[in-house]
Each structure stands twice: as structure tokens, then as C-alpha cells.
């Protein structure tokens, strides 16, 4: 079982910056691939970005490749996002998710975080 939670969400404006984090419990994080989704109202769940166990692979969404990273830290169980250049078309409630498999599917994940709301105006 592994819990997730993230934080680091907010209000900023068209190309500011935030740095998401996603704390896990439990001893196996090391062993998951983790990826961030997005959902903003009206529309379907997101892929945005996943990095595989050993944080040595990532993949993004074209729309925010080369603006986002991933990144984790096994030692202290937490993945992050950081988003730079911040467009209006972000906005989004950003969920982490935890799968066996380094997936763009959000079917493959088995275990969520609740999400935390970015906003970004114009």
C-alpha cells in the first residue's frame, strides 16, 4: 500500500513558477514509477509527466516539455514537478500517482494522491 499526498499547488501568474511535491508512504516507493496527471474542469484526466523507479528515465506531455521537470528523491519518498513558464492553459487540479509500470495511462497507476490546485491567470 503506498499513500500519496501532494502539495506545493497555488495561484501565480502567466509565467511564474511552482514546484509541486508528492510525499509517499511506506518502504517501497523506491520500486514505483510515478507520474503526474492533470484534470481541469470539464475535460479528461491528463498525462503530464512519469520518471521510472530509479528516477533515471522521464517523459512529458509536448505541451510542457521542455517548461516542466520531474524529479525524485527515494531517500526521502518524494517526487516533485517543478513548472516554469506557467501559461493560464495549466491550470488544473495536478494529481501524483504510483504504478509497476512507467505508463501513460492513468488506468496503470494503482495508487492516487487527492491533488492539489494550480491556477495560473493571464
Known amino acids: 500500500q503506498v499513500q500519496l499526498v501532494e502539495s506545493g499547488g497555488g495561484l501565480v501568474q502567466a509565467g511564474g513558477s511552482l514546484r509541486l511535491s508528492c510525499a509517499a508512504s511506506?518502504?517501497?516507493?523506491?520500486?514505483?514509477?510515478m507520474g503526474w496527471f492533470r484534470q481541469a474542469p470539464g475535460k479528461e484526466r491528463e498525462f503530464v509527466s512519469n520518471?521510472?523507479?530509479?528516477?533515471?528515465?522521464?517523459y512529458y506531455v509536448d505541451s510542457v516539455r521542455g517548461r516542466f521537470t520531474i524529479s525524485r528523491d527515494n531517500a526521502e519518498n518524494t517526487v516533485y514537478l517543478q513548472m516554469n513558464s506557467l501559461k493560464p492553459e495549466d491550470t488544473a487540479v495536478y494529481y501524483c500517482?504510483?504504478?509497476?509500470?512507467?505508463?501513460?495511462?492513468?488506468?496503470?497507476?494503482?495508487?492516487w494522491g487527492r491533488g492539489t490546485q494550480v491556477t495560473v491567470s493571464s
Open positions: 511506506g518502504r517501497t516507493f523506491s520500486s514505483y514509477a
Open positions: 520518471i521510472n523507479s530509479s528516477g533515471g528515465t522521464a
Open positions: 500517482a504510483a504504478s509497476r509500470l512507467l505508463a501513460r495511462y492513468w488506468a496503470s497507476y494503482n495508487y
